[in-house]
C-alpha cells in the first residue's frame, strides 16, 4: 500500500516537472470529461435525427462542424463518439491487463504452465494485430461490443509476455534470495514483494496502449468491421465521411482530429508513465 | 566470544567433506572438494581464497542457495547439530529462519526497492511472531504488536549506529547510501538473534572509509551480542581485524586451517604463505606488489596432484601425483600439503 501511494506521489510530482506531460493529461482530460458529459447533454436520437434538406453543411455558429451526408450535427456526433471510444478502449486495456498480468504470472512462477501459456501467445502474436482483430470481429459480427473484445484478444498476449519476463527476471534478482535467508515463505515472496515489484512497468504500458487501440479500433470501423452509421464512432464517422472529402472535407477532419489529439494525448501521458514507474527515476 | 569453546559442546556450524559439482557446459565439474569447516559458537572464521577459490559457493551451500546448476554430490552441513542438505524447501525455511543471517556484498539488491527500510525489518516479526514473545507479543493486539516491532526496528536501526533511526525507517533504499544500506542489512539480520550470521564479501561493494565504519560496527556488534560470523573475504587485513580462525581456501578445498595468530605468524602451507606476503606491506620499502605467479586452475580442467603446484615454489615430485590430505598439525591446525604430510615435518 504505502509503496503505491509514494509512487503515486512521486508520479504526480514528474507530472508537475514536465510541460509536455502536463499538456497531454490536460487535453485528455479535458477530452474524457467532454466524453462523459456528452450522452446528458446530448441526446441520443440525434443519430436518427435525419435532415436530408440540410445534410452537407459546412461549419457555422449552429452546427460547429457543420453537418454530415443524413444533415445530422456532427459536432454532437462527434462528442457522442467521444464518449464510446475512450471508454471502449481503456476498457479494452485494462481488461486485456488484468488477464495479460494473471496469465503471465502464472507462467512465470509455474514452470509447468509457461511452454503452453507462451506457445498460445505465440499463436496470437503470429498474425498481424489488424488481420486477427478483422478475423474475430467478422466471426462475431458488427458491433462496438465484439469489436472490444476481438481487440482485448489482440492485445492480451503482449501483456502475458511482458508479465512473465517482468516476474522472472523479478525472482531471481537477490533480494528475493535475501528474503528465503530470512525465512519468509513461498507466497509471501510472491504476493507482498515479486509481483509488486513486476507490475510496474506492466501497467506502465498501459496509457500509450489506450491510444494504440483507439486508433486500431478506430481503422477496423473504418474499413468496416464497425458498429454501422447509427453509432457514433470515429472510424466510422471517417469512413462515411471519405465519399465526400472533395465536397465536405469537415467530414474528415474534425472527427479525424478527435482521433489524432486523442492518441497525441495518450502518447505524451504514456511516455511520463514509463518515467514514473520506473524506480530508479524516483526522487 | 573469545573462540574458546568446550570439547563437548554442539558446533554452530560443521561443514564435513562437503564436494560441489557444477554443470558447466553440459558435464559436471568439481567446484568444492571435500570441504570441512567448523565454527563454534561466538567464534569468527574467517574463509579467504581468491577469486573462483569456492568461498562463496560454500557459504551458499551453508545457507541452503546453491545455484539451479550446483549439486551437492557428498558430505553433511549442520547448523547447530541440525541436518541442512537434504531438506524440502519448507523445512529449509524455518531452519534458515531461525538460525542464519545471510549479509551479502552488494546491500542494494539486496533490498526490496519498494518498501520502506522499516516495512522490510518489520516484516521479519510477521514472519516469526516468537521473536517479540519475551516482550509479550502474543498478548497483544495487531495494532499494538505492529508498534512494538517498530519500536525494535528503530532500536535495531539505531543498534547499527544510523543516525536518526525513527526517521530513516521511513525511507526507501534509494534514498540511503551503500554503508548506509549495508548497516540496515545488518540490523536486519541482527534482529533475528540468529546462531550463524554468514557476511559475505561485505565491504567490497563499499569505499574504503566506509568499509572501516562497517568493519568497526560488526567488531562492536560481535563483542556486545556475542555474534558467530562466518567471514567471507578475499582481504587478509579483514580477517586479522575480525576473526578468530581462518581456512584459506584453494581451488575448491581447504589447504589450510587455524586461528588467526598462528596463520599470520608461521603459515605453513606455501599458498597461505604467498596471499599473506602479498599483502602491501604500508612500512615497507618495497616499491613493487608482491603477486602470485599464474592463476587459479580452470575448475573445468584442473591440473593432476596438488592444485597448488604449478604456482609453488616449493614443489616436488609427489604434488604432481597425488591429491595432499590434511595434516594435523597442532591443536585445531591442519594444513593440506605435501610438505607436511608422512612426518615430514
Same mark, same amino acid.
Given at each position: 500500500?504505502?509503496?503505491?501511494?509514494?509512487?503515486?506521489?512521486?508520479?504526480?510530482?514528474?507530472?508537475?516537472?514536465?510541460?509536455?506531460?502536463?499538456?497531454?493529461?490536460?487535453?485528455?482530460?479535458?477530452?474524457?470529461?467532454?466524453?462523459?458529459?456528452?450522452?446528458?447533454?446530448?441526446?441520443?436520437?440525434?443519430?436518427?435525427?435525419?435532415?436530408?434538406?440540410?445534410?452537407?453543411?459546412?461549419?457555422?455558429?449552429?452546427?460547429?462542424?457543420?453537418?454530415?451526408?443524413?444533415?445530422?450535427?456532427?459536432?454532437?456526433?462527434?462528442?457522442?463518439?467521444?464518449?464510446?471510444?475512450?471508454?471502449?478502449?481503456?476498457?479494452?486495456?485494462?481488461?486485456?491487463?488484468?488477464?495479460?498480468?494473471?496469465?503471465?504470472?502464472?507462467?512465470?512462477?509455474?514452470?509447468?504452465?509457461?511452454?503452453?501459456?507462451?506457445?498460445?501467445?505465440?499463436?496470437?502474436?503470429?498474425?498481424?494485430?489488424?488481420?486477427?482483430?478483422?478475423?474475430?470481429?467478422?466471426?462475431?459480427?458488427?458491433?462496438?461490443?465484439?469489436?472490444?473484445?476481438?481487440?482485448?484478444?489482440?492485445?492480451?498476449?503482449?501483456?502475458?509476455?511482458?508479465?512473465?519476463?517482468?516476474?522472472?527476471?523479478?525472482?531471481?534478482?537477490?533480494?528475493?534470495?535475501?528474503?528465503?535467508?530470512?525465512?519468509?515463505?513461498?507466497?509471501?515472496?510472491?504476493?507482498?514483494?515479486?509481483?509488486?515489484?513486476?507490475?510496474?512497468?506492466?501497467?506502465?504500458?498501459?496509457?500509450?496502449?489506450?491510444?494504440?487501440?483507439?486508433?486500431?479500433?478506430?481503422?477496423?470501423?473504418?474499413?468496416?468491421?464497425?458498429?454501422?452509421?447509427?453509432?457514433?464512432?470515429?472510424?466510422?464517422?471517417?469512413?462515411?465521411?471519405?465519399?465526400?472529402?472533395?465536397?465536405?472535407?469537415?467530414?474528415?477532419?474534425?472527427?479525424?482530429?478527435?482521433?489524432?489529439?486523442?492518441?497525441?494525448?495518450?502518447?505524451?501521458?504514456?511516455?511520463?508513465?514509463?518515467?514514473?514507474?520506473?524506480?530508479?527515476?524516483?526522487? | 566470544?573469545?573462540?574458546?569453546?568446550?570439547?563437548?559442546?554442539?558446533?554452530?556450524?560443521?561443514?564435513?567433506?562437503?564436494?560441489?559439482?557444477?554443470?558447466?557446459?553440459?558435464?559436471?565439474?568439481?567446484?568444492?572438494?571435500?570441504?570441512?569447516?567448523?565454527?563454534?559458537?561466538?567464534?569468527?572464521?574467517?574463509?579467504?581464497?581468491?577469486?573462483?577459490?569456492?568461498?562463496?559457493?560454500?557459504?551458499?551451500?551453508?545457507?541452503?542457495?546453491?545455484?539451479?546448476?550446483?549439486?551437492?554430490?557428498?558430505?553433511?552441513?549442520?547448523? #547447530?547439530? *541440525?541436518?541442512? =542438505?537434504?531438506?524440502?524447501?519448507?523445512? %529449509?525455511? &524455518?531452519?534458515?529462519? /531461525?538460525? $542464519? @543471517?545471510?549479509?551479502?556484498?552488494?546491500?542494494?539488491?539486496?533490498?526490496?526497492?519498494?518498501?520502506?527500510?522499516?516495512?522490510?525489518?518489520?516484516?521479519?516479526?510477521?514472519? #516469526?511472531? *516468537?521473536?517479540? =514473545?519475551?516482550?509479550?507479543?502474543?498478548? %497483544?493486539? &495487531?495494532?499494538?504488536? /505492529?508498534? $512494538? @516491532?517498530?519500536?525494535?526496528?528503530?532500536?535495531?536501526?539505531?543498534?547499527?549506529?544510523?543516525?536518526?533511526?525513527?526517521?530513516?525507517?521511513?525511507?526507501?533504499?534509494?534514498?540511503?547510501?551503500?554503508?548506509?544500506?549495508?548497516?540496515?542489512?545488518?540490523?536486519?539480520?541482527?534482529?533475528?538473534?540468529?546462531? $550463524?550470521?554468514?557476511?559475505?564479501?561485505?565491504?567490497?561493494?563499499?569505499?574504503?572509509?566506509?568499509?572501516?565504519?562497517?568493519?568497526?560496527?560488526?567488531?562492536?556488534?560481535?563483542?556486545?551480542?556475542?555474534?558467530?560470523?562466518?567471514?567471507?573475504?578475499?582481504?587478509?587485513?579483514?580477517?586479522?581485524?575480525?576473526?578468530?580462525?581462518?581456512?584459506?581456501?584453494?581451488?575448491?578445498?581447504?589447504?589450510?586451517?587455524?586461528?588467526?595468530?598462528?596463520?599470520?605468524?608461521?603459515?605453513?602451507?606455501?599458498?597461505?604463505?604467498?596471499?599473506?606476503?602479498?599483502?602491501?606491506?604500508?612500512?615497507?620499502?618495497?616499491?613493487?606488489?608482491?603477486?602470485?605467479?599464474?592463476?587459479?586452475?580452470?575448475?573445468?580442467?584442473?591440473?593432476?596432484?596438488?592444485?597448488?603446484?604449478?604456482?609453488?615454489?616449493?614443489?616436488?615430485?609427489?604434488?604432481?601425483?597425488?591429491?595432499?590430505?590434511?595434516?594435523?598439525?597442532?591443536?585445531?591446525?591442519?594444513?593440506?600439503?605435501?610438505?607436511?604430510?608422512?612426518?615430514?615435518?
Amino acid at each position: 500500500m504505502a509503496a503505491i501511494v509514494t509512487t503515486a506521489m512521486s508520479a504526480v510530482g514528474l507530472l508537475r516537472r514536465s510541460k509536455l506531460a502536463m499538456a497531454g493529461a490536460g487535453m485528455f482530460l479535458v477530452l474524457l470529461l467532454v466524453g462523459a458529459a456528452a450522452p446528458s447533454m446530448i441526446s441520443a436520437s440525434i443519430v436518427r435525427d435525419v435532415h436530408f434538406e440540410g445534410k452537407l453543411m459546412p461549419p457555422d455558429a449552429r452546427h460547429w462542424f457543420g453537418t454530415d451526408d443524413y444533415g445530422r450535427d456532427l459536432f454532437s456526433m462527434v462528442l457522442l463518439a467521444a464518449n464510446l471510444d475512450l471508454s471502449a478502449s481503456i476498457a479494452i486495456v485494462a481488461v486485456a491487463t488484468v488477464i495479460g498480468v494473471v496469465l503471465g504470472a502464472l507462467a512465470g512462477f509455474v514452470p509447468r504452465l509457461d511452454q503452453p501459456l507462451m506457445r498460445i501467445t505465440d499463436i496470437f502474436l503470429s498474425v498481424p494485430n489488424l488481420v486477427l482483430a478483422m478475423a474475430i470481429a467478422a466471426v462475431l459480427g458488427r458491433s462496438i461490443g465484439n469489436l472490444s473484445i476481438a481487440l482485448v484478444f489482440v492485445w492480451w498476449p503482449i501483456y502475458c509476455r511482458l508479465m512473465r519476463g517482468q516476474v522472472l527476471s523479478e525472482r531471481e534478482k537477490p533480494y528475493v534470495k535475501a528474503l528465503a535467508v530470512l525465512g519468509v515463505g513461498r507466497w509471501r515472496t510472491i504476493f507482498r514483494h515479486v509481483i509488486p515489484n513486476a507490475i510496474f512497468p506492466v501497467i506502465a504500458r498501459a496509457p500509450a496502449d489506450v491510444g494504440l487501440v483507439l486508433i486500431t479500433m478506430a481503422a477496423l470501423s473504418y474499413i468496416g468491421f464497425g458498429p454501422g452509421p447509427y453509432v457514433p464512432e470515429w472510424g466510422s464517422l471517417i469512413a462515411s465521411g471519405q465519399a465526400y472529402i472533395f465536397q465536405a472535407p469537415w467530414l474528415v477532419i474534425f472527427p479525424g482530429a478527435a482521433i489524432f489529439l486523442t492518441s497525441l494525448s495518450l502518447n505524451l501521458i504514456g511516455d511520463w508513465a514509463r518515467d514514473a514507474f520506473d524506480p530508479r527515476l524516483r526522487s | 566470544m573469545s573462540g574458546v569453546a568446550q570439547p563437548g559442546e554442539t558446533a554452530t556450524l560443521e561443514v564435513e567433506g562437503l564436494s560441489v559439482e557444477l554443470g558447466i557446459g553440459g558435464r559436471w565439474v568439481r567446484a568444492l572438494n571435500d570441504v570441512n569447516l567448523t565454527v563454534r559458537p561466538g567464534e569468527a572464521l574467517g574463509l579467504v581464497g581468491e577469486s573462483g577459490s569456492g568461498k562463496s559457493l560454500t557459504a551458499l551451500a551453508v545457507a541452503g542457495l546453491l545455484p539451479d546448476n550446483a549439486r551437492v554430490v557428498a558430505g553433511s552441513i549442520r547448523l #547447530r547439530g *541440525e541436518e541442512v =542438505l537434504g531438506r524440502s524447501e519448507a523445512q %529449509l525455511n &524455518r531452519l534458515r529462519g /531461525r538460525s $542464519l @543471517a545471510f549479509i551479502f556484498q552488494n546491500p542494494t539488491s539486496y533490498l526490496n526497492p519498494l518498501l520502506t527500510i522499516g516495512a522490510q525489518i518489520a516484516e521479519v516479526f510477521e514472519v #516469526r511472531p *516468537e521473536l517479540l =514473545l519475551a516482550e509479550g507479543g502474543d498478548r %497483544l493486539g &495487531r495494532g499494538a504488536r /505492529r508498534e $512494538l @516491532a517498530w519500536r525494535k526496528v528503530v532500536e535495531h536501526l539505531r543498534l547499527v549506529h544510523i543516525p536518526d533511526p525513527a526517521r530513516v525507517a521511513r525511507q526507501y533504499p534509494f534514498e540511503l547510501s551503500g554503508g548506509m544500506q549495508q548497516r540496515v542489512v545488518i540490523a536486519m539480520a541482527l534482529i533475528r538473534r540468529p546462531s $550463524l550470521v554468514i557476511a559475505d564479501e561485505i565491504t567490497t561493494a563499499l569505499d574504503v572509509t566506509v568499509q572501516a565504519q562497517i568493519l568497526s560496527l560488526l567488531a562492536e556488534l560481535r563483542a556486545s551480542l556475542g555474534m558467530t560470523l562466518l567471514l567471507i573475504t578475499h582481504d587478509m587485513g579483514i580477517v586479522a581485524q575480525l576473526a578468530d580462525r581462518v581456512a584459506v581456501m584453494y581451488s575448491g578445498s581447504v589447504v589450510e586451517a587455524s586461528d588467526v595468530m598462528s596463520l599470520f605468524a608461521e603459515a605453513r602451507h606455501p599458498y597461505a604463505r604467498a596471499l599473506l606476503e602479498a599483502v602491501p606491506q604500508i612500512d615497507g620499502d618495497a616499491t613493487t606488489l608482491r603477486a602470485i605467479p599464474g592463476g587459479i586452475p580452470a575448475i573445468t580442467n584442473p591440473p593432476p596432484g596438488c592444485r597448488f603446484h604449478l604456482r609453488c615454489a616449493r614443489v616436488f615430485e609427489p604434488c604432481v601425483l597425488a591429491v595432499p590430505t590434511p595434516v594435523t598439525l597442532g591443536e585445531r591446525h591442519s594444513v593440506a600439503c605435501h610438505l607436511y604430510g608422512e612426518g615430514r615435518v
